[in-house]
């Protein structure tokens, strides 16, 4: 049933019978598995293409078929995905056009996933050619719920025709050289472009030093990529224009992060999308944090991807156990539905995994699945996810419910890549997403709901927006801080906000006089020091540690309310609040821990009245997230510990599974549990 | 003399006369510093194609004769090498073909030794002809002892010869690409091969992510070495059959490890050899464990290449005082004999070292050498040698003498392989040769003598076999180990035994129902935790501590010896015994420590009634490692620590040296010291 | 105005108004900005070219002139440099020889400055016509102070023509195949040459295990090097031979290191040069040691720049504020003129900054400027330039005086590339320079003034040469350290003296007999221990623990000073003293700590009467350095530590900035702060 219309939340995941065609009796038990693990999604044809054309021209579609027949049968949906994020061999071998070039400008034989050049005109009319019979021959049947345009995008080519088309777009941008070389500043060590021909592709062998250079490669590599993706759902939608398109998105989690991927603006990206969607891979129970952490971490995550579209969004891979990684932990009982359910709660629209069946050899086969090598649906991990199934399917009144946010934290993929572009000061220590995280946690502790907003997108009906490093900055962005705070906002930024043009230049003559004016002073010198090195902050009657950055600065206009409490800037004003019209401007100068955060924006929830209204007490280890429908509001409270946990309910409510009715009051709450809860 | 008949130990080292033609002076006093160190053997020739055929065709063996003729009259023995290891450079200027290419494509000009192609027809001519005069020169001369072929084998090379060398092999192993595909699960991303052609070498431009092609690699180039010295040993063969064909096998040290090389199978190389040498350089005095615990590593080193063919090896390699390494440390007085004695100890029939003169420019110049850059034979160096050697006279009766064990521990490069290959999990955590170690450390540490077994010979001779790990399973392999324990065997295995067939792909529908049989349990579930994370495991009243990986399991016949004691499975099953037919299977289910290892094999020990019976204790600093011969038997006891040792022996003893009778009783070793003792 | 004829000490930097040209609003502030700034010299044209020569054949000289025109109005100097460094993008296209091939074979792209091929004759006579040009139209020019040719020579090409040179050189070298495969051992592993087209650049694809290769590749690097210096010199000196000729040279820091740059023999290079400058950017303020340890190694490679030439050298580039690095630490308040002084206390001629203003974009936009991004005067770091550019005006006397030594500490690129070369022992153990360090630290914190002197120069006029690691040896040095002792010098060497020839072979029957006799040793064995690993050492009454390295040996006629006094060689000598003639030659056996060298040096300056003349006592927060004129001393006497630090001159003196006397006795320094003294 198409993705828009379906009312149920949807339980299933990647399914590749095409790898499994030689075992009928597999397929069959599949189907059998499916209902008794209560799935009514599957995903299909992501890395199919070979058993959709074996051969160059012939096609076969029989057994797919097939699995649209049982899927229909079971009342089921199909995601259906085109076969371009993997290529056939013989395609490869007879088009070598299509291979990617690496950074060191060497040609790949086919080999690797995802490695298809973008601007192949062979390869994209190939990718057209089967997206259009498949659009043709499934683009109405009845079990088709959305497409699934090829898989996790990303990575670069540097290859001839890549590098034209990367002239191309300068030419576009720019329209002279004249302008090009002003932009990025070429009289910088004699770097003059004289001929188009001349800029070549950032490779390991040529200029990649050039800051606006690089920036604008980052933004070639989205428009390449969007522009795949765009022919492709072009071709789809040729068929039938009425089923959503969506791909799968991602994010990056290593030595303790987790963020969303950095080399593509999903920001950009989504507005072409019908649907967001992505692969939520966190590392649950590891060694480095509290579970807690990674629950915040990758609720920011959620919310960043809630945000693209503000909209519900889908979860499309996800695994019932172990991740395919260096560890592979298995999820402990009851972390598989806690962090499924903690994906509707920040507005999935469905639990969906990699993979139904797990493989038996290559990369995949230990990754977890719905049915594992043992195929044995007494299997611990099968009975979570037939029961966590089963309690979807009691949850259908969720479907379509909004998220709703008074704060927002504006993120930029454009500040991101600058500042990790640029050596002085350390491009590890950024960290621009993860301090983003550092200004969500508090609220994600407290219950507050925020919404990840970006920049591109108007932000000014919320009571609180956040910009901390917003470094990248134009006059029209600083018109639009400067009218949200005139307006009645409440503005926080930082330190790296507003330092450079969007060509990576810093911007002449000092930080703009429009946002001297918006935060009430004027900066005199940044400092930057050592690991293991700090300065205090005084700052509410309490002393914090700051470390790494520090801008310096004098209050013109701005009420000191933080100060600098040691070295030679001892004293000086850290952070300050500006009054302008109806609002107010905050400016943090330092880098702190959340320990200075969380007494800052406690003071700043209070000022605005914001609370979550469920609990009596908030605390990190139990998150309630809502959503909330047409007639009500469904309560997501999750217990985020091993241990178990007793709140209490400030309102009556009603147990959103059973239907029966629950009184204000105490709530105990198993280890790793979640109740749903609806308002009424 | 031939090997095979002479009835000294061996004793000598490389020497490379061909380095200092230009200093008669220097040759001149080689001979007569061979005589005072007690030197009968030499390896010549390893690097000395340049000095054998300077120019294409032009043959010089004058030097070499001379050589041969100074070693005769010293009644002295020649290990002869092939140049092979090294080509000259004329060859790969002339014939760039010869020169390896690497794994970024790229072909190498002449200049790292033991870079020549395997395939290269034009290379194997050369080496035919070279080996062919100088077997139709020295292959009956009365000094040769042994023809040792090339130098350390190893490496790869991926040129097209090999490519089409690789292509075809595998044609012969599949038969069609339909078994290709299928063994390799290419149906996996739609990497099917629809030719032979498209299935280039894993480079790193090209697929190296499908595990059963990464296997198969690992087979071909142990297969195409194989087939390089098979060719050359026909080759010398071919003038005296009589004579027995060697090539000097490595081991790894680096971080602490000391194991056999992983890049080639040798239980496979081993069947191609008359006699198994290989190049020994552990860590000795190092300043990351304890003297004893390098000299089990060693040991079991020592052992795993005696069971290689299950009989003596040579020590074709070994230093006199320094190794070539960063830290490059002298050894210790005392060390120097201890070290080789335990090389004899373990099987080996003499000790030969790198090199007899050191030499003075280039990489090894640094390491140590009978004959230091001092010319001087009062150097400690020396001294210590000689003095070695001068103990080895008297020790001929230990020539031929054999290795008795009643305990095998199996190893399988297969195994290995396959588990270093895997990503989930993490590669560097399988750790199996250092597991086997682990193993191995309770027999060696109370003497008993353990034979290290491959999986592909005969085991079913010895009271325990000890098998963990065993990742790559067969049903002959089952029905092996089966039979083995039904006819009164008792088997020790563990965690990873029995997960993937031959071709690195996940046993379909779970663990081999004939492994759940011969050990009585069913596995449920895998975990794996993080560094720094544990479980517990309860066994014999005392709690363990486990790490990393844990199998879960129900026991069905077995009865469950040890149980987990923490987490989500405490209580269940982790150590276990199922009784079959006359035999037992015990079954570890996590990874432990040796403290867990030591009291499980003291109860299996005990029951067995295996005891070391020379000494009333043992203990980890006195090592005694025994050699039986026609009539008697060695006791090497060896003081493996800087401190005096008092031991005391139960029964009465000959010197091997002295002659001299010993009675029962107290026995002291000074620091680092050597006694051995003859049964009668 | 011409530099050796200028009385002042000069002030400024790189400015490149031709980065600036579109904005003759900032050109116009930046000259009454110098002003202000105390500037009196500029350094132009660094990276100029494209300005300079916008096409091919069209030169633009319009700008330049018109900055002459105010540099002349303004009474300024220029240091014109050659825009070599950094050649247009035109160039570069049009003739892709000249950009550089890398050690995996790949040409570039034109992309990198200082990455052009110093073999390439198109760009030879590109460089000569744009240098002839300059030449004949500034170099007569009276502003003109001294020509920068190109800017920071370093790196390697691999191409076709630079391998031509190679062979070339190495023909010229080595006469015959025979002479250099004797010198390199080719023998070894069968590398002989019979072609000089076999000797490869020593590329990755190539050989490079050659330890006499790649010394001989590291001297080429520097004569290419210097060919190209040469020919852009000659060009300049055409049009008026009487401008001083210089180049940057320049220094390396890395994990908390501070030493001259290992690529190029300075010593030979700097006979080349009329003036050595140097870019000078020490960590100031890091986390990783006390000030005045930064200011040691400072002072250390200003010394060794000092005394390539012996004579006063310039700092070309440092930083007011900020380095472009990871950290990017603001300086402290005091430390940019604290940090100055230092300088023109060590020999600089002035202090030039590198820049005048901050650049808006790329690699070196947040390096910090005279003139920062605020455009601002009132900028702290601006203020600071300022007041120190009006101190310097008052001492133009310093100009031209010369600083003494009785101490000498010895120097030699041969023995740094090859104790870096040889794996044995560990390259990064090696640590050459900073071996020399720790025996100048002494000597720096007793403000002891130290002659650093390569060996290439006389020596003999010093009371104590100090020699550690002097690993490359030659008959000729062997015989000019000889007779420096018998003539009454006082020597200082230690382990790693005297172990190869200049082909890195080691010496033919152990260690030289002439240095034998000098040190009156014969050393035995060499020990090396691992990290955490110690002997102790006995000396003087105290006993100091040694590490990595230890010498044994025997005393035949030298005075046994120190022992070790644990493991094998408890007992043996480990620091010795040998009268020769009238002098004596001490040898240190093992690595020590500074702790010993303190003790070592301080008798040793005890019994040579030296010490410093101004202070009663030294501490090595306080550091005196002093620079000798025809009339007079002048006395930096600077605060390294950001305490107060109290003194006690024990004689009169004068302000030289105020003229003022000042009678001996106490002397009050503020932090940071420093005094310049004149002796009468």
Redesign the interface.
Known sequence: MRFDVDQRLLHGGDYNP??W??YPEILKQDIELMKQAHINTVTLGV?????LE??EGQFEFGWLDQVFDEINKLGGNVVLAT?SG?????LS?KYPEVNRV?D??????????HDHCYSSPVYRQKVQEIDRRLAERYGNNPALSMWHISNEFSGECFCDLCEANWQQWLRDKYGSLKALN?A????????????WQ?I?VP?Q????????MALDWKRFVTDMTIDFFDMEKATVKAANPAVPVTTNFMAEGSNGDFVPLEGIDYAKFAQHVDVVSWDAYPQWN???EPFAETAMKTAFVHDTFYGLKNQPFLVMESTPS?V???????K??GVHALSSFQQIAHGSEGSLYFQFR??????????SAVV?????PH???FQEVAAYGARLDKLGGVRGSKRQARVAILYDWQSLWAQKR??????D?KRYFQTLEDHYAYFWQHDIPVALVPTSRDFSGYDIVIAPMLYVMTPKLEARLSDYVAGGGTLVSSYFTGIVDP?????????PKPLQQLFGIR???????????HNRLAYAGQVFQTSEFAQLMVATSATVLGTYEA??YKGTPAVTRNAVGQGRAYYIGPRTGRDFLDVFYERLCHDRELREPLLEETRPEVSVQARTGADQTYYFVMNMSADKQAVTTTMATVDAESGKRIAAGPLTLPAYSVRVLRSK
């Open positions: 095409d790898q065609l030689d890395f199919a293409w070979d058993a074996p051969t076969p993997a290529r056939p061999r013989w071998e690496d060191r400008l060497q040609r790949h034989h086919h080999g690797f996933r002003d990025w500043l070429m009289s910088f060590w004699s770097g003059l472009y004289t001929d001349q070549k490779s062998l040529a200029t990649t030093k050039t800051h606006g590891n060694n480095f172990r395919n990684s260096p560890v592979a932990k298995a402990r009982p797990q493989a038996r050899a290559n990369s995949e086969k230990f990754h594992g090598h043992d195929n044995d299997n611990r991990v640029e050596a002085a000061f350390g491009r220590r060509h990576d230049t810093v911007l002449l003559n000092g930080w900066p005199t010198e940044f400092d930057s020091v050592y690991e293991g090195e070295d030679f």
